[in-house]
């Protein structure tokens, strides 16, 4: 893999900067912009914002006290004078009232991929999806720490990139999940490797089409060249089209057919093959800790994002006999009376939790529901397969997901609702029995009932836990 690219610097010193949001992205980026020379101008639309924490935040990041102006409520316009640039965090719709404002008047709109690109230094993996990124992300970057000497995970998977640009080196290697909202906002962000593991419908009410979502994966190749290279799914139909007009060197994989060139799953077996001659690599019962074909795809990318970042064969292949499975992610908790107990809390879309359910092997007690998102759940519904025994809802979506459920033959005794998360959990100890598994898949993001999926998929390993032997 060859060096990283040039950038073109930006002039920000003593110039004021607006930075969207005071999450993690929106420090991140302020902090970058602070130790750069610029003069942050934080907005937050959140009236109730802690001015004061968000200034304790900076400090403790800075080493001092900020020069940061911090704006909560509704967005003063006045603030735009004489601004060229701000810098969006994720959260924030590229459509919002305020950013077609700012575009208005001719200021820049990046997002923090975009900022801590600029201030980066190194090669850079990036790695997006609908499903599966966290999981990749972690075992590529695992992969990269077991054989470079400088390696960062940054992006999506919960490590601000603006953290970590100051501290890279030439010879740094970034490996990034980078999410559809992050992907908005770049211009010249230029992965040496890139993936897009596959795209089925999410995050519509954000897009508004299935056109704009697919537009905003495809775009992390945006920059690439024919000497970089781009990973895709043989076997979705997004991904496998996209690679006739990627404009990178692509590699396939699929879990559903061999095939000529690039890495397949065949039996319990994964392959490499090169104009029809083929390389067994590894078996994924004996050889993985992952369960489920999600994690036979994931591995299969992280085996052809890794070779194309020069990482030797032997190499990638003994760091996957090591690694476990993310936390969130189909993780096995316990084992309490005979029933095991999972934790998919990350699983916010159907796919996901799709997946979930078919690595699933006895009768199975499921918790679903959440924030809705404007997700369709028949595609869910139907790959029970007879293998969900009760299926236990909570949230804004527990209506809607019965009503589908009924109307895809799922019979209306075995759904249970309860107001609680506690109750639901309550509910799947009294319906399981020895040799069943409880499984938290909720197929809905974890907002209205929890600021997020981590903390929703922690609640259920502590109540785990403290169940009896």
């Known amino acids: 893999m060859g ?4 950038k073109v610097m930006i002039n920000i010193r003593e110039q004021r900067v607006i930075v969207v949001g005071t999450g993690k992205s929106g420090i991140g980026s302020a902090v970058l912009l602070e130790k750069n020379g610029a003069l942050p101008v934080i907005y937050d639309g959140n009236e109730k914002t802690d001015t004061e924490a968000v200034k304790a935040s900076l400090r403790e990041k800075l080493g001092h006290e900020t020069a940061a102006v911090i704006h909560v409520g509704v967005f003063p316009k006045e603030i735009t004078e004489g601004i060229e640039l701000a810098v969006l965090s994720p959260g924030v719709p590229v459509d919002a009232d305020f950013v077609v404002y700012m575009r208005e008047q001719g200021i820049h709109i990046w997002g923090e991929v975009e900022l801590a690109y600029h201030f980066a230094k190194g090669r850079v993996l990036a790695i997006t999806g609908t499903n599966g990124k966290t999981t990749t992300t972690s075992l590529v970057g695992q992969i990269m720490q077991e054989y470079y000497e400088s390696v960062y995970i940054v992006g999506n998977i919960g490590n601000p990139y603006t953290d970590a640009a100051p501290l890279m080196r030439g010879d740094t290697v970034s490996v990034a999940e980078i999410s559809s909202f992050q992907l908005e906002t770049i211009e010249e962000f230029h992965p040496q490797v890139s993936a897009i593991l596959n795209i089925t419908p999410d995050h519509l009410n954000r897009h508004h089409t299935m056109e704009n979502y697919v537009a905003a994966k495809e775009a992390v190749t945006r920059n690439q060249t024919k000497d970089d290279f781009c990973i895709l799914n043989y076997e979705n139909d997004y991904t496998r089209a996209f690679g006739d007009r990627c404009p990178a060197r692509v590699v396939y994989f699929s879990s559903g057919q061999r095939l000529e060139n690039g890495l397949y799953c065949e039996g319990e077996e994964i392959w490499l093959a090169s104009d029809g001659v083929s390389q067994r690599l590894l078996n994924v019962k004996t050889d993985m800790n992952l369960v489920g074909m999600c994690n036979v795809e994931n591995v299969m990318a992280a085996i052809g994002i890794s070779m ?33 107990y999972y934790n998919d809390s990350k699983a916010t879309n159907t796919d996901a939790a799709i997946q979930g359910i078919k690595a699933m092997d006895r009768p199975t007690v499921l918790i679903g529901g959440g924030y809705d998102k404007g997700s369709t759940y028949d595609d869910w519904i139907h790959s029970f397969d007879g293998k969900v025994k009760k299926l236990v809802l909570i949230g804004q979506t527990r209506d809607k997901i019965a009503e589908c459920a009924v109307e895809c033959g799922f019979p209306r005794e075995n759904i249970l609702f309860e107001e609680t998360f506690e109750a639901a959990l309550d509910a799947c100890v009294r319906e399981s029995r020895h040799g069943d598994a409880v499984l938290l898949s909720p197929a809905c993001a974890s907002w209205g009932m929890f600021p997020n999926y981590e903390v929703r998929g922690c609640q259920f390993k502590d109540y785990v836990k403290k169940l009896e032997e």
């Open 3 to 6: 060096k990283g690219i040039e």
């Open 308 to 340: 194309s970042a020069g990482v030797p064969m032997k190499n990638i292949l003994a760091t996957i006999r090591r690694f476990v499975a993310v936390e969130h992610r189909i993780e096995y908790v316990a084992t309490r009376k005979g029933v095991m």
